[in-house]
């Protein structure tokens, strides 16, 4: 029930996803009195969908805390129980980000080792597409928490993205060791002294993210969430500029279109709607968010996302990491010492 | 001496910047004997230029604490003497960042109200342009710095880009007053109490960059630096994209041939070097920082910055807010209180 065009938006990308895992069976929380006449637009979701009605569902603009309290037959409540009972592998939602991350994080618990899960998403890059996180669970991190999300992302990057030895580097507002705030210095120092499944590149910069400089850029939650969103901002307004530009003579016109395919194709490159879907890492079990503003197609993409995190058994995985490189896990004595 | 290609680059951007400025008068800081070649071959120089010579510099990865002790001969040391002695009226430097702010600060004080100075920019948007700061100076800012980065950029759109009421906006990872970090929402506290010479927007995220939501965007100078540099990195990733698009068939070269000036007048939109020159905003003096990288065409654009906000009387218009206002400004208790 969760985004601005629910449950139409939804019920479209389950059926687009259906197309693409045609295995995957779906457990739709919501209102059954609006979900199952959209099912019948749709008629190859019939056997690979189940409602589980109920008439709760948290609003967008609803206080996480509240939420939380007030909401446990809520839609959202009820499809991270189906996780945590093992009914369902994954969740995925739409709908309001701190009410789901609040909800995941009580119901599901953290994994062992990790003080504070993070979210992840993708990012594109020149060389492809890179995981940066966090993106806004946390505004405030120490440098524990950023070497964590490095282990968390490093995971991602390896089972999902399929890197081997992945780069992590640490974003900051210059490459000398001597930038930016303690956190971001004790964190590098940390990532120095252990030994890690993957590479730390060191300090990154802000540019280095379109160049695809590291496969995991680490960042707090504050920066992380003004970051991506200032690159969603970039996308858009050069996607405006050159609107206007194919605009701004007859000749102009005639070009856009006889680029026109190129064009498009360069496009779906940089679509928002490709990235769609941020997952919640950390977490004993799969919480994937999609955009609200999204549409079929882009909430399929988050589906994907969900369904690449559990046939990579992405969890199982950053287990296994967690308690090799446990051992190393700094105390507090060692951060500040 | 500053930058990647000093002397001939800084040279370049004078001769330049001397076409549109006709009654300014350069004094140059450096080692005359690899200036004074390069005059030659810019003949209408020779009347507008004075060289100082001196054979000390500050290296571009030099520690600022280093450069400030034991680069008190250095050209940019020299330069920043010259605006403190009322023999220039700013100052434009393309070297060490670091260095050339502690030397500001040391040399020319902050202006009293001000606790520390800011470095604010130029970003392109949708409708135009919009200021931004703080970029890097300061890692980390309290709420009463923030507010006073609002009166900074306020005077700035105001004098400058000749906008009558500001509208300043708060950079923050959602637009509820319950997002964010302390800092930011004290500092939103703040601007809401007091009664300012522009409107406070309230909270604004990353993409309302790109869509020049506010006039000034208000930001510490750790997020500040990262998010500009996202903006820079997105940029250059679309049109790496762009150039493969065209490149791709032979449609499309033609498509390119045929928008080919159309495509270059957009380009100029969001080209950084038309966006180059930060200014050091807060301090007694004119302090304006082009990017080490630049060239020429950029160096000349941070020069015109320079002389906007000469010829606009910034800091005298600044003072007089700053007394203005001063007398509502908060103390520590109502901050915390």
């Keep these: 029930m969760g985004g601005d065009s629910a449950p139409d938006m939804v019920v479209d990308g389950v059926a687009r996803a259906r197309t693409r895992f045609p295995n995957v069976h779906f457990l739709l929380f919501g209102d059954q009195a609006r ?12 056997a690979s969908v189940t409602i589980r009605h109920t008439d709760q569902f948290v609003r967008s603009e609803e206080k996480p805390s509240l939420a939380l309290r007030q909401g446990k037959q809520s839609s959202m409540q009820l499809a ?120 730390f590149y060191g300090f990154v910069e802000g540019d280095d993210l379109g160049a695809g400089t590291v496969d995991v850029f680490v960042v707090d939650g504050f920066t992380g969430n003004i970051a991506l969103k200032t ?48 997952t919640f890492l950390g977490l004993n079990g799969i919480v994937v968010k999609s955009h609200g503003g ?3 197609f882009g909430f399929a993409n988050a589906i994907g996302v969900a369904v690449d995190m559990v046939t990579n058994k992405i969890n199982e995985f950053i287990m296994l990491e967690l308690s090799e490189y446990g051992e190393q896990r700094p105390t507090e004595a060692v951060v500040t010492g």
Aim: charged share 20%; proline share 3%; net charge positive.
């Design 35 to 46: 979900i199952e006449p959209l099912l019948v637009l749709h008629k190859n979701l019939q």
């Design 294 to 296: 999204t549409d079929g």
């Design 80 to 199: 991270i129980n189906a996780v945590n009972d093992g009914e369902a592998q994954a969740v995925v939602s739409a709908g309001n980000t701190g009410a789901l991350m609040a909800m995941a994080k009580v119901t599901l618990k953290t994994l062992n080792g990790i003080d504070r899960p993070a979210i992840g998403g993708l990012i594109p890059t020149r060389l492809g597409e890179s995981v940066m996180l966090d993106l806004g669970a946390n505004v405030e991190c120490d440098a524990n928490n950023l070497v964590q999300f490095g282990m968390l992302g490093a995971a991602y990057a390896r089972t999902v993205l399929g890197r081997e030895r992945p780069t992590v580097g640490l974003i900051n507002v210059g490459q000398e060791e001597i930038k930016g705030g303690e956190n971001v210095q004790q964190a590098a120092a940390l990532f120095r002294a252990a030994t890690l499944p993957f590479d």
């Design 231 to 278: 690159l969603e901002g970039t996308v858009r307004l050069y996607t405006e500029y050159l609107r206007q530009t194919f605009k701004s003579s007859l000749l102009s016109r005639l070009a856009f279109l006889l680029a026109r395919s190129a064009l498009k194709k360069m496009r779906t490159r940089i679509d928002p709607r490709l990235y769609n879907g941020a």
